[in-house]
């Protein structure tokens, strides 16, 4: 089992920034990719940056140039650097990590972007 706790989400202007963090605790040795998703209202939730265990990532072309996963501490914690916000980038954020082949969720976190 892993537990996720995510943090960071808020208001924001259009062309600024935040920085999502999710913490992992529990079985986080068998952790081999870490996520982000998103969710907007009425809209399926969708991928929006991941990274491997070698360092390798992967981006939505809506958020590619503007967003920047990263993680420390090997497997513990991750972020989501966001930059240039639009509005459109407005929804829930979860974090995502595959353990065992096992998804486990964060709780979401609600990012605002006004215009």
């Known amino acids: 089992q892993v537990q996720l706790v995510e943090s960071g989400g808020g208001l924001v202007q259009a062309g600024g920034s935040l920085r999502l963090s999710c913490t992992a605790s529990?079985?986080?040795?068998?952790?081999?990719?870490m996520g982000w998703y998103r969710q907007a209202p009425g809209k399926q939730r969708e991928l929006v940056a991941h990274i491997t265990n070698d360092g390798s990532t992967n981006y939505a072309d809506s958020v590619k140039g503007r967003f920047t996963i990263s993680s420390r501490n090997a497997k513990n914690t991750f972020y989501l650097q966001m930059n240039s916000l639009k509005p459109e980038d407005t929804a829930v954020y979860y974090c995502?990590?595959?353990?065992?082949?096992?998804?486990?969720w964060g709780q979401g976190t609600q990012v605002t972007v006004s215009s």
């Open positions: 529990g079985s986080i040795f068998s952790i081999d990719i």
């Open positions: 995502n990590v595959r353990s065992d082949f096992a998804p486990y």
